[in-house]
């Protein structure tokens, strides 16, 4: 079983479309985040839930809505695609805390293309 | 929040050892240290991490310099598949932050 499982791993859409990027857990974790990957490689935190709870918004427009519907769910949902917004998007959890316990377990990415 | 500073990129020859360096001068008490590294295309993965003593699993072995002030990750026997970007990172206010990372080549 796959710890941490995001879908769709390829989504190509026009501007201006919403689209949504799903992420589970099967870890029993209480933390889940979602980063952006860009084209130049730089891994950059978007948001951070702890027991659907969010500890962490970075600056991310607003048109960027995670939802945590349970710990072991984190979605991210984007309106109105911007031809920026091309990325690979992943999906991490952890244990949260200090330590060991701040391990993150990442998922294996969602490549966005938006034409 | 304490940076750090990587090579950008390194070679290695498969078989012998990875030294990966890293510099943090301004890491605080309580920071740990953390490696992850990237594989092509794949999520980042955990590697080790350490606070103040060196620590070995069985991926590699994190040696921290007694002021703390820097560290290193070794790769004992490097092999193709560790040709990756490695990530050292200091934990800091609830987030961990990637930076640049180095960018390891293993070379036959």
């Known amino acids: 079983d796959t710890a941490v499982s995001q879908t769709p791993k390829y989504l190509v859409t026009q501007m201006g479309n919403d689209k949504s990027i799903k992420c589970e857990q099967n870890?029993?974790?209480?933390?889940m985040y979602w980063y952006k990957q860009d084209s130049k490689k730089f891994l950059k935190i978007m948001f951070s839930?702890?027991?659907?709870?969010?500890?962490i918004n970075e600056t991310v427009p607003n048109r960027f809505s995670p939802k945590s519907p349970d710990k072991a769910h984190l979605n991210l949902h984007i309106n109105s695609l911007e031809l920026g917004d091309s990325a690979v998007y992943f999906c991490?959890?952890?244990?949260?805390?200090?330590?060991?316990?701040?391990?993150?377990?990442f998922g294996s990415g969602t490549q966005l293309s938006v034409l | 929040d304490a940076k750090t500073t990587q090579p950008p990129s390194m070679d290695c020859a498969e078989g012998r050892a990875a030294n990966l360096p890293c510099n943090h001068s301004?890491?605080?008490?309580?920071?740990?240290v953390y490696w992850y590294r990237q594989i092509h295309s794949q999520g980042p993965q955990y590697i080790i991490h350490?606070?103040?003593n060196n620590e070995t699993n069985e991926m590699a072995s994190l040696i921290i310099t007694e002021d703390r002030k820097s560290s290193t990750l070794i790769l004992p026997h490097a092999t193709l598949r560790d040709t990756a970007v490695y990530y050292c990172?200091?934990?800091?206010?609830?987030?961990?932050?990637f930076g640049q990372g180095t960018t390891l080549q293993v070379k036959p």
């Open positions: 839930y702890n027991n659907k709870e969010l500890i």
């Open positions: 991490a959890s952890s244990q949260g805390g200090a330590g060991a316990n701040e391990k993150l377990f």
């Open positions: 301004t890491i605080s008490g309580n920071e740990y």
């Open positions: 990172i200091v934990r800091a206010t609830g987030k961990l932050i």
């Open positions: 350490g606070l103040k």
């Open positions: 870890l029993g974790h209480d933390t």
